[in-house]
Structure formats: structure tokens, C-alpha cells
Nanobody, 119 residues
Framework: QVRVVESGGGLVQPGGSLRLSCAAS????????VGWYRQAPGRGRELVAD???????RYADFVKGRFTIFRDNAQNTVHLQMNQLRLEDTAAYYC?????????????WGQGTQVTVSW
């Protein structure tokens, strides 16, 4: 079992920046991906960005050019740099670590960190 903890959320004005961090309690081995998801009140959980162990990345259209996902393997951490934040970015943000190996399945979620964009 792996404990996943998100941090870095807070209150910012439109156009501001935040850096979210996803920390794992221990190193993850094998083939996996780390994803950032968000969920606003009354809406479903949606993928924001993810990154594989091989550093392949993908982004939702609504964050392209504004957000960057990157990793720090030495600290078992993945970050989401969020720039040019908009009101509609307000949501709870969750980190997910998911196995891509069928023989060794796992799917870990953190408790989330709140991002509020407001004047």
C-alpha cells in the first residue's frame, strides 16, 4: 500500500499561479502513470494532466499552455505547475497513481487539495 498526499492548494486571484505536489510514501516500481484530476461541485471528476514513468505527458485542452506536469523521482513527487489560473479552475484537485501492468494492479488516490480562484 502507498500513501498519497497532495499539497499546495490555496486561494489565488485570476491570473495567479500555484504549484501542486503529489507525494508518495515510497518509491513506485514498474510501469505506472501519475495523474492530476479535479472535481468542482456538481461536476464529475476530470483528468487535468498525467505523466508516465517514461515522462510522456498529456494535458486536457482547457489547461494546455498554462499547466505543466513534472516529476522529482528523488522525492517520490510529481508536481503540477498551474499558471494563468482562471475562475473555472476552482476545484478540488486529486492525485492518482495507477499501475499500467496487468499482473500487478493498483490504483492509489490522495485526499485532495482545494484550489480556489477568486477576486
Amino acid at each position: 500500500q502507498v500513501r498519497v498526499v497532495e499539497s499546495g492548494g490555496g486561494l489565488v486571484q485570476p491570473g495567479g499561479s500555484l504549484r501542486l505536489s503529489c507525494a508518495a510514501s515510497r518509491s513506485i516500481f514498474g510501469l505506472y502513470r501519475v495523474g492530476w484530476y479535479r472535481q468542482a461541485p456538481g461536476r464529475g471528476r476530470e483528468l487535468v494532466a498525467d505523466i508516465t514513468r517514461g515522462d510522456n505527458t498529456r494535458y486536457a485542452d482547457f489547461v494546455k499552455g498554462r499547466f505543466t506536469i513534472f516529476r522529482d523521482n528523488a522525492q517520490n513527487t510529481v508536481h503540477l505547475q498551474m499558471n494563468q489560473l482562471r475562475l473555472e479552475d476552482t476545484a478540488a484537485y486529486y492525485c492518482n497513481i495507477k499501475s499500467m501492468v496487468p499482473d500487478r494492479p493498483y490504483d492509489y488516490w490522495g485526499q485532495g487539495t482545494q484550489v480556489t480562484v477568486s477576486w
